[in-house]
């Protein structure tokens, strides 16, 4: 039992020393590169923006919540 602990602790501690420092970095590197980039602003637009075709699917479906709210409002006040 403990030579199967140990024989799965010492691989573990491994990766742990060999991924630890790249996990540490990688925020780091990643921020630096992408503001490196003359076309950053550009970039950060074009990762946050909707693709268009979700967008009309979004606010088609932002108009049916209303339209149902509306609904299910004056179904609540004609029950009463």
Excluded: C, G
Aim: proline share 5%; hydrophobic share 40%; aromatic share 2%.
């Amino acid at each position: 039992m403990l030579l199967q602990r140990i024989s799965h602790s010492v691989p573990m501690t491994i990766e742990h020393s060999l991924n630890q420092p790249l996990a540490n970095n990688m925020q780091d590197t990643l921020m630096k590169s992408l503001f490196e980039d003359p076309n950053a602003t550009e970039l950060m637009k074009d990762l946050l923006s909707e693709e268009p075709s979700i967008a009309i699917t979004r606010e088609r479906l932002e108009s049916k919540k209303v339209r149902l709210l509306e609904i299910q409002a004056k179904l609540n006040d004609f029950r009463v």
